[in-house]
């Protein structure tokens, strides 16, 4: 490798940190894996890229997806943090909407709001649902709680104010206030983080942001400072859970944004390999050692959604990938329930003490155990940096599972992967079929340390005619983080009648908003010639709660467009569209991109024969086979490639391990991705 040019890109899972390095001078690709440092993920990071033998003058950007965020909210290491907000309204996070996410568990709990009572704050203030002041703020009330906030060492402070959305001077004049009492403390409004009705969903989105705040910066900062010693001296950037990024900057402004960041990068990193194999249609799966996220794809764009929450009941309004997460990964533990069935998950063993194969004190059956002892996965992983213990494998199945049912060692660790793989077609299920999607429409790209292991079986389930495993399956996410562009979501709401309103008025709300959306960009160096707008209008039927969103012209020549996509999106989601029914318009949202520099992967010329990577036979278990099948073992490094053969077989490489089942054939293109195929 030449010493300049390196493009690095990291995504720090449950389990491990994926290190992706991209030469933009040879085309050239590393990648490397290190444990995961939960408590310091800075530390985990630094020894990827160390790893790689990397120093920081020869990198020349470096982009990240985090679980800080998510894992502040999910271990309530948050700061002190206090809400203020308008007289009578102190309980709206206690409130909610009344819900639970399993209505009929009566002991199933929401969990406790992120602030708690005590440190919700009232102002005397009113703004009236048109955006009237009934009631201006008092400075004298303000100083008075800067006085009480200040004694109690509170260092995040969330404003959210009854119909600020419509008009922010409250909240101006409070925010201004409470930052000059105090200077130190992080203090977020809800005009600036989301201004949208609905005060339940404004004010949880406003409450994530400003406890995020100071942790997140503490970590931005704290990683500065690490790479400047490495010697890198440009952009930490960072993905975000709207599939875009966002330099160091910007980020502890938008915090909340970063709540689901790592797992942003996997579904990026699916819809471009799913256009590199050809497909507008794809289904992500990024089954890692903890957990399995999902995404969908349909006509090239990925789903975006504003409902989504960490913790059920604190929903966090940011457009974000819609990405199901379910506990299902390589680390998940088997486990028996009260009336003898099998389970599977959530509990994983995660890093420490890892599988029972780890050998580091793990005694719970995962789904490493058992695809360890089925012969899928080889004794040694990441290219022989790692060794598995088969005999404590065996050990735990039994044990656990093996004997409390009646199974010998193979049927046991089957059933454990029948059941993972019965939760992952639930799941599968909810992102295709709920949505009104046919899944033998899709392709799946099944990625992460996992996903390749259970990627044909998955597929055979669903009836998705294809599946398509990348070049670096484990470290994918990682090279997602490569592929995003700088991106900021602008939205407001906006009542009127698509009848009624005029094209005109609605350019003038959308040119305001681009400005804002332009500002935004330039404050991250984005020049005038990568920005990229696109408008979305909010739209439902009279008398409808929930809405769609469509694309709209720029500049509007007619909303006729507009209204006729939102009958045909309204007919595909809910199977009916009524053309006679009226329509009202709800939002508006800017997406604003700043395209950057993206790595252009060097094709690869075919070499050898298929022969010169068979690397062993060994048994390996199929159950569509009767048991116990000997198996070529090819080494994927040395497959040559645009060759083309059929299963049974185990394909393995430094980061995963490809399992092919009998009645698959195989293929693999120019860009070494793998495609399965039913025959």
């Not at 975000?240 to 942003?264: D, N």
């Not at 709401?493 to 003038?508: G, I, R």
């Not at 920005?531 to 008398?543: E, F, K, P, Q």
Request: negative net charge.
């Amino acid at each position: 490798m030449t010493k300049t040019g390196y493009h690095v890109a990291v995504d720090v899972g449950g389990t491990f940190t994926d290190v992706f390095v991209y030469d933009e001078n040879t085309g050239e690709m590393l990648v490397t894996k290190t444990s995961s440092t939960p408590s310091n993920p800075e530390k985990g990071i630094l020894n990827g890229i160390l790893k790689a033998e990397l120093t920081g003058d020869k990198i020349k950007m470096f982009s990240h997806g985090t679980t800080v965020g998510t894992n502040a909210l999910i271990e309530r290491k948050l700061p002190k943090a206090a809400l203020v907000t308008t007289k009578g309204f102190r309980d709206v996070p206690e409130i909610r909407r009344g819900t639970k996410l399993d209505l009929w568990d009566a002991y199933n709990d929401v969990a406790e709001p992120y602030i708690k009572r005590r440190d919700r704050f009232e102002l005397d203030e009113r703004v009236g649902f048109d955006g009237t002041m009934l009631k201006e703020v008092s400075e004298d009330e303000i100083r008075e709680l800067a006085r009480i906030l200040k004694r109690r060492e509170v260092e995040a402070i969330a404003i959210c104010f009854m119909n600020a959305y419509v008009n922010a001077e409250n909240e101006r004049i409070t925010k201004e206030i409470l930052q000059e009492e105090l200077p130190e403390a992080y203090i977020c409004t809800s005009s600036d983080t989301l201004p949208e009705i609905f005060e339940h969903e404004r004010m949880s989105t406003t409450i994530v942001n400003a406890v995020l705040g100071p942790t997140v910066s503490k970590y931005i900062n704290t990683l500065e400072g690490n790479m400047k010693e490495l010697g890198y001296d440009g952009d930490i950037i960072v993905l975000h859970s709207g599939g875009g990024v966002m330099t160091s900057q910007t980020v502890p402004k938008y915090a909340a944004r970063l709540a689901s960041s790592g797992i942003a990068a996997g579904a990026i990193a699916s819809k471009h390999i799913a256009n590199l194999c050809g497909f507008k249609n794809a289904i992500g799966l990024d089954m890692g050692g903890t957990s399995t996220d999902i995404s969908l794809m349909y006509d090239n764009e990925l789903r975006i959604t504003k409902d989504w929450y960490i913790e059920y009941g604190y929903p966090i309004g940011f457009p974000s990938i819609e990405i199901l997460t379910i506990g299902a990964g390589g680390g998940s533990i088997s486990w028996i329930d009260d009336g003898g069935s099998l389970r599977n998950g959530p509990q994983s063993a995660g890093a420490d003490p890892g599988p029972a194969c780890y050998g580091q004190g793990g005694a719970e059956p995962t789904n490493t155990d058992a695809n360890l002892v089925l012969g899928r996965l080889n004794t040694k992983l990441i290219d022989g940096q790692m060794e598995l213990d088969k005999d404590l494998s065996v050990k735990a199945i039994e044990e656990r599972v093996g004997k409390p049912l009646g199974y010998d060692i193979h049927g046991a660790a089957n059933a454990m992967i029948q059941v993972a793989n019965a939760n992952m077609c639930d799941a599968l299920n909810l992102i295709s079929v709920r949505r009104g999607y046919d899944p033998r429409d899709f392709a799946l790209v099944a990625f992460g340390g996992a996903g390749a292991l259970h990627g044909a079986d998955l597929a055979r389930e669903m009836e998705i005619p294809t599946v398509i495993v990348p070049a670096h399956p484990g470290v994918a996410a990682a090279m997602g983080c490569l592929l995003v562009d700088v991106r900021h979501d602008i939205s407001k709401t906006y009542f009127a009648n698509a009848a009624e309103v005029t094209k005109e008025e609605l350019e003038a709300e959308f040119i305001e908003m681009e400005k804002e959306a332009t500002e935004l960009l330039a404050e991250e160096g984005i020049e005038e010639k990568r920005m990229h707008l696109i408008r979305y209008i909010d739209m439902r039927y009279v008398g409808q709660w929930r809405t769609l969103s469509v694309t709209i012209d720029r500049p509007i020549m007619s909303l006729d467009e507009a209204i006729e996509r939102f009958h045909l999106e309204h007919e595909r989601e809910y199977a009916f569209a009524d053309r006679e029914k009226g329509i009202e318009i709800y939002g508006m949202r800017v997406e604003a991109i700043g395209a950057v520099n993206k790595p252009v992967f060097a094709k690869e010329e075919p070499k050898g024969n298929l022969e010169d990577a068979v690397k062993e036979t060994r048994d390996v278990y199929f159950e569509e086979a009767g048991g116990m099948v000997e198996s070529r073992i090819y080494d994927r490094t040395k497959i040559p490639v645009l060759s083309e053969f059929s299963g049974p077989a185990v394909i393995e490489q430094l980061d995963s391990t490809i399992v092919v089942p009998p009645d698959y054939s195989v293929k693999i293109d120019e860009y070494r991705n793998i495609i399965m195929s039913r025959k």
